[in-house]
């Protein structure tokens, strides 16, 4: 299923074409990590996947040509480790197969690359930091991660410039905290892939209540978060519906399109007369 419309479905001869078009590469990233008793493995791959076909659609609109690289789907899961099917691995493995992958790009002519990722582990995110960096000094490579301004500020990241995109889009997060495998991760997996969600099991489960300290305990990872959230989700799963899910995505989508055509116009990657409208 992640790998229709990537290049996985395309020939050779097709990505150099597109190559040969300077098409970008939207890389989505994800992990292979539990969601709760009610959704699969699958969901932060399927997710990331899912954010590169609508940005792809959204940037088409504006005639920038983009590809959407195989999704990748190891990386790193210390928060929920002790749970089975939450596969991690090492970070030096992480960074290494990364900038392996770009590299590759680079080496088949694509100028300009950009992570989409959809797993908010610190260790991942910071290891996905330091990949672009390590692959941009090494072998030359254009690439780029776009984090939102609540990742930034939750994370503490400071890394130069051009490296990371910030994007303006800052999730509201109320007293009680709803992160993972809650209401908006159910959402958007009935909306689009109905079949990795039990929906009937989704409403039955009672919300977690947990709030920014227990934040803490949750970035502890491994024993002390699974005593933390001992069904495996952090939120109120109950709380879904399909018109929350699209509307997740689409405005996601948006946002992150808008801003990797305006870093491309501002920096001189990208010559038109168009421009974004909202």
């Not at 480790?81 to 090492?90: D, L, M, V, Y």
């Not at 260790?123 to 301004?149: K, M, P, Q």
């Not at 803490?216 to 989700?233: H, Q, S, V």
Request: some cysteine.
């Amino acid at each position: 299923m992640i790998f229709k419309d990537t290049m996985a479905s395309m020939t050779w001869k097709e990505i150099e074409a597109e190559a040969e078009n300077d098409a970008i590469v939207l890389f989505p990233v994800g992990v292979i990590e539990e969601h709760g008793p009610h959704l699969t493995l699958a969901i932060d791959s399927l997710c990331s996947y899912l954010l590169c076909k609508h940005i792809k659609k959204e940037l088409e609109k504006k005639q920038i040509a983009s590809l959407i690289s195989p999704p990748y789907y190891w990386g790193i899961n210390n928060a929920t480790a002790a749970f089975p099917g939450s596969f991690t691995i090492r970070k030096e493995t992480f960074r290494n197969i990364i900038v392996d992958l770009l590299h590759c790009l680079h080496r088949w002519g694509f100028n300009n690359i950009f992570l989409i990722n959809w797993h908010g582990d610190r260790e991942h995110i910071f290891t996905l930091v330091d990949a672009i960096s390590e692959a941009r000094i090494n072998f030359g490579v254009r690439c780029y991660i776009l984090l939102t301004e609540y990742e930034i500020k939750r994370l503490k990241i400071s890394c130069p410039q051009p490296l990371l995109i910030e994007v303006k889009y800052d999730p509201p997060i109320g007293d009680d905290v709803d992160i993972h495998a809650g209401s908006d991760e159910v959402s958007v997996i009935l909306n689009y892939f109905p079949e990795h969600v039990n929906d009937e099991l989704a409403s039955q489960l009672e919300p977690t209540n947990l709030t920014k300290d227990d934040l803490k305990i949750w970035n502890k990872g491994w024993t002390d978060t699974r005593k933390l959230i001992p069904e495996g989700y952090f939120g109120n799963p109950s709380k879904f519906s399909r018109e929350k899910g699209k509307k997740i995505i689409e405005e996601i989508s948006i946002k992150y399109a808008k801003q990797i055509f305006m870093f491309l116009k501002e920096n001189q990657l990208l010559i038109k007369k168009n421009d974004f409208k909202n």
